[in-house]
Structure formats: C-alpha cells, structure tokens
T-cell receptor
Framework: SQQGEEDPQALSIQEGENATMNCSYKTSINNLQWYRQNSGRGLVHLILIRSNEREKHSGRLRVTLDTSKKSSSLLITASRAADTASYFCATAPLNTGNQFYFGTGTSLTVIP | NAGVTQTPKFQVLKTGQSMTLQCAQDMNHNSMYWYRQDPGMGLRLIYYSASEGTTDKGEVPNGYNVSRLNKREFSLRLESAAPSQTSVYFC???????????????FGSGTRLTVV
C-alpha cells in the first residue's frame, strides 16, 4: 500500500490544549496534504506542503515535513470543541501522476 | 454553491444489482477521483481521471467502471454489486497539482452504499 499512516489513531484533549498528530509515509513524495473530516461529512482540505518546504502555517495550524524521515506532523494550537474531527494526511508519491493516497486518520476529540 | 455534487446520498442494493453513482463539479477542475472509505482503512482510490478523456485505475478498481462524461462529470458504475462493496463513496476534484491554481482536493459529501 502507498498509504501514509497517522499516529495516534485517537487523541482526546481538553479545549485550549494543543493537539499534535503525525503522518509517516513510505516513498518519496511531491507534496503532502492534511484534511479534516467531520462525522458523516466529506473531507475538507486544510493545508498543503511541498517536498521542498519544511514548515507551513495557516491560522492555528502548523505543519512540518521531514523528507529524510518520511514524516509530517500537524499541530493545532489552542484547540476548540469545533476541532473535533478525523484528520487525514494524503501523499502524492513521485511519478504517480495527480492522485493522492490517504492514511487511516487520527480521530481527535476536544473536550469543552 | 460551487463544489462537488454527488448523487444519490444513500442507496441500498441487493447482491447482483447494478447502479451508477453520479458526480459533478463546477470548479472547472481538470482532475476527478473516486474513493471509497471503510472503517479502519482510510480512503482508497478506486479510479481517477487526470483530465477529460482519460481514466486510470487506482488501488482498488476491481468490480467498478468509470466514465468521464465531460469535464464536469465523472460517474462510477457497479455492474454486479457485492456485499464487499458496502462502503461510503466519495468523489473529489482538483486542479493538476503542479498548477499555480492547485489547492488540494474538493470532496463531495459522499454516497452511503449498502449491499445486502
């Protein structure tokens, strides 16, 4: 499988705390994305980081990419109850065209 | 609202029946995709269409066919449904990832299919 793997599978934190989830992948990539999925809904794109980038920010989101370790992390700062969702990383392996491969996700619960 | 529209939202089929899942996008994207999502498996790519007139197999194409009808529409067909095809199906579209206009996938809201 070319899927990435998220870690942990499930995470429960108090509102206001930071949440960190990790993604590891197997092959060299063009870029990596993070998506959020609320229960029963489609996925929503959060952020894209290209293989020549090491860190990106978007609001309360911070993504890092370490291509030498084939891993990425997503940090959500000052979490809110509305951040409760599943988070997926998606990787675009080199030489595989325009398609992305998704991991199995991290289920985040933010307790008010 | 601009986005990806999937129909139907829910469907129950008997084993052996056929059906077509419809997907349409109005963002003028070149690429479209079909994924299935199963518990503990994440999303797996069934088929994709990099551009109008082309289709290619993904990770799990067996039992499915697709048609890129035009730039807007990409349908997924189950010719003879099996219980193993019970899943949530998502359609997505995007620009080509090397394009300056690329900002990731836009997903539809999903089709929940049960095969009994």
């Amino acid at each position: 499988s070319q899927q990435g793997e998220e870690d942990p599978q499930a995470l429960s934190i108090q509102e206001g705390e930071n949440a960190t989830m990790n993604c590891s992948y197997k092959t060299s990539i063009n870029n990596l994305q993070w998506y959020r999925q609320n229960s029963g809904r489609g996925l929503v794109h959060l952020i894209l980081i290209r293989s020549n980038e090491r860190e990106k920010h978007s609001g309360r989101l911070r993504v890092t990419l370490d291509t030498s370790k084939k891993s990425s992390s997503l940090l959500i700062t000052a979490s809110r109850a509305a951040d409760t969702a599943s988070y997926f990383c998606a990787t675009a392996p080199l030489n595989t065209g325009n398609q992305f491969y998704f991991g199995t996700g991290t289920s985040l619960t933010v307790i008010p | 609202n601009a986005g990806v529209t999937q129909t139907p939202k829910f469907q129950v089929l008997k084993t052996g029946q056929s059906m077509t899942l419809q997907c349409a996008q109005d963002m003028n994207h070149n690429s479209m995709y079909w994924y299935r999502q199963d518990p503990g498996m994440g999303l797996r790519l069934i088929y994709y269409s990099a551009s109008e007139g082309t289709t290619d197999k993904g990770e799990v194409p067996n039992g499915y066919n697709v048609s890129r009808l035009n730039k807007r529409e990409f349908s997924l067909r189950l010719e003879s449904a099996a219980p193993s095809q019970t899943s949530v199906y998502f359609c997505a579209s995007s620009e080509i990832q090397w394009s300056d206009r690329y900002y990731g996938y836009t997903f539809g809201s999903g089709t929940r299919l049960t095969v009994v």
